[in-house]
């Protein structure tokens, strides 16, 4: 059976190999999956998290003089699936198995389910811990986090099966390199001194 591939379009170019590798979006991807939003707030310049003030003009969250500046923050929204804790929490565990390196490599069908498998578990046993901690409220809704996440493991590793994210950006690569030959040679008038 073929694997199929990914197609490159004519006109790559380095950015999107680097759209390809962006961790960071996906990761923000995930904080919206699992019930975060990004919104602009006042943050408190001493403890980072978003500014209550109390009667006594101090934030509420670490005693300080109430002092901020509105920033972009992510927040819960009213369906979450966990708690701002439990989401960055999620974010930390997938970071330690999703960079661009490892997104770039070449894996087997059986290395990705090993990979997805170790996740899955370690997951599956963070959220029996630390249920109320992460606003878990049921076993339906932790079945559902555990699923989830286990599937962003299977597609990003899935992505890099038989090396097809390295074939995709060889492809890119060598769409820049012709166009920056071809460049090359139209403009060949040496080098003006």
């Excluded at 009213?78 to 974010?91: P, Q, T």
């Amino acid at each position: 059976m073929q694997q199929s591939q990914t197609n490159v379009s004519k006109g790559s170019d380095p950015s999107t190999v680097e759209e390809i590798l962006d961790t960071d979006k996906f990761i923000a991807s995930v904080r919206k999956h699992f019930g975060l939003t990004k919104e602009k707030r006042t943050v408190c310049e001493h403890c980072g998290e978003q500014l209550y003030k109390m009667d006594d003009g101090r934030c509420a969250n670490c005693g300080n003089t109430a002092q901020g500046q509105a920033k972009m923050i992510w927040i819960e929204t009213d369906n979450k699936l966990m708690n701002k804790r439990g989401v960055e929490s999620f974010v930390t565990t997938l970071r330690t198995n999703v960079d661009r390196n490892q997104i770039s490599s070449n894996f087997d069908r059986k290395e990705i389910k090993s990979i997805m498998e170790d996740f899955h578990k370690k997951w599956a046993m963070e959220i029996s811990r630390e249920w109320d901690n992460y606003g878990v409220k049921n076993k339906p809704q932790a079945h559902k986090i555990v699923r989830d996440g286990s599937n962003v493991i299977w597609a990003l590793y899935k992505r890099a099966q038989d090396g097809d994210t390295l074939d995709m950006i060889g492809g890119i690569s060598s769409d820049v390199s012709k166009t920056i030959r071809e460049q090359n040679n139209d403009e060949n008038t040496g080098i003006g001194l």
